[in-house]
């Protein structure tokens, strides 16, 4: 399960989902097991590549869980440097380009720089949700 802060109804909301949606791994004997896994209820299909089952490296899984906390992982925020250019991704000014200027109270609000044609630099306050780098 993945920890994740969403924007829901104009609001910052912290949600627990899949991190891998609609996938299930499985530990079974390839040889022996694969079409009863495949032809299962609710199984669309095994990830294959070349027409190949793909086999997950243990270590790999280890490592998920090993990042977990009672099953739930929480990636780090991410965070953004004065000058960085950045992207406006929700809110009035989507799909802009900016800069970062600094974080507010916390990392919860960033203010961000636009330029505006024909006036100069203009400093706008958003949720940091709204911004992609």
Do not use: W
Not at 7 to 24: A, D, E, H, I
Not at 65 to 92: M, N, Y
């Amino acid at each position: 399960m993945l920890r994740s802060r969403t924007r829901c109804f104009g609001r910052v909301m912290v949600t627990v989902k899949p991190l891998f949606p609609c996938y299930l791994f499985a530990r079974f004997n390839l040889k022996e097991r694969y079409f009863d896994v495949k032809y299962a209820a609710g199984v669309h299909s095994v990830v294959s590549i070349g027409g190949e089952p793909v086999v997950v490296p243990l270590a790999i899984v280890e490592e998920i869980r090993r990042r977990g906390v009672d099953g739930v992982v929480e990636l780090p925020q991410r965070r953004l440097d004065p000058g960085q250019k950045i992207r406006v991704i929700d809110g009035p000014f989507r799909d802009i380009e900016a800069i970062f200027d600094r974080y507010l109270s916390g990392s919860e609000r960033v203010a961000i720089l636009l330029d505006v044609i024909g006036a100069s630099t203009i400093r706008v306050v958003l949720p940091s949700s709204c911004l992609a780098q």
